[in-house]
């Protein structure tokens, strides 16, 4: 991997990367998220787990400024990002995959990761016709970055291809490309292996932990794939109702009784 995938610093080294403290969000009757906090480190891979309906959506929705709480407060690499719009929390650095795909399934593999690029774009065309040069020189270090994505998610063979004709597992890898387009302080992952089978669903596992090992960047993985979450992540966060039922190692939450309950309804 070249320093084209490199990252901006942090604020420091070891302030956690994300904290989400106290946070309630209702909808008309119902309290999707229950007074629930966390904090994500600057290396970490933290996942979230829940039965359906559990909250782990909304979460993520607080977190990318879909929904505003209605109390608790939200940090995002030092930064207060309660009330801030989607776009910016992107811009600031936080990118999200989907529970389904979201791409341009007409563009190819190349032209839907240079969109991911779109937030470091910073000529306009003013100074793009004044500084033509200079112009030339970001398009070019922005098409190198994107082909070390090419690179590092093992894409070469649809590089050219249109996105739509891709099988399923590799479109899932297309999106997760374009987030890292971004250059991602924190990485959201929305059920990355849903709908994937052994092999497709083996291939993320190992890029989800090569972009924590070789990237260095941080993770919070929303799934339900209980296995995967038990192998890959360095903390869990169960949820239920809303409500923060255990957080710890894999081991903490896998033996939580209140987690065993959650899934098995008995005790
Ligand atoms: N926009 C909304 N309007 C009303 N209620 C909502 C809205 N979004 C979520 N909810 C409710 O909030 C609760 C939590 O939903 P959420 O989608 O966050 O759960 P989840 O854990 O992500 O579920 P799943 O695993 O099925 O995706 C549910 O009761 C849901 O019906």
């Known amino acids: 991997m070249t320093a084209q995938l490199a990252t901006e610093p942090t604020t420091t080294p070891t302030a ?41 959506t909304s979460i993520f929705n607080v977190l990318s400024g879909v929904y505003r709480p209605d109390r608790g407060s939200v940090t995002f690499n030092g930064t207060d990002i309660i009330g801030a719009k989607p776009h910016r929390i992107a811009g600031m650095g936080m990118a999200r995959t989907f529970q389904n795909i979201e791409l341009f399934s007409n563009l190819t593999v190349l032209d839907n990761l240079m969109l991911g690029r779109h937030n470091h774009i910073s000529y306009g065309a003013l100074s793009a016709f004044a500084w033509l040069g200079r112009a030339r020189k970001a398009e070019l270090a922005h098409r190198a970055a994107v082909e070390d994505i090419v690179d590092f998610l093992e894409l070469e063979q649809w590089r050219m291809l249109p996105v739509g004709l891709l099988p399923y597992g590799v479109q899932k890898r297309v999106e997760l490309g374009r987030a890292l387009a971004m250059r991602p302080k924190l990485l959201l992952l929305d059920e990355p292996v849903a709908g994937m089978n052994q092999e497709e669903t083996e291939d993320m596992a190992r890029f989800i932990l090569d972009i924590r090992d070789e990237l260095d960047i941080p993770m919070i993985m929303v799934e339900h794939d209980m296995g995967l979450v038990m192998d890959l992540a360095d903390r869990i966060m169960a949820v239920d109702f809303g409500k923060q039922i255990a957080t710890g190692t894999p081991a903490e939450v896998q033996n939580h009784p209140d987690v065993i309950h959650a899934y098995l309804g008995e005790d």
Request: charged content about 15%; cysteine-free.
């Open 16 to 56: 956690p990367i994300l904290t989400f403290t106290g946070v309630t969000l209702s909808f008309a009757g119902v309290t999707a998220v229950d007074d629930v906090s966390f904090e994500v480190g600057q290396r970490e891979l933290f996942a979230i787990i829940g039965p359906n309906g559990a909250g782990k």
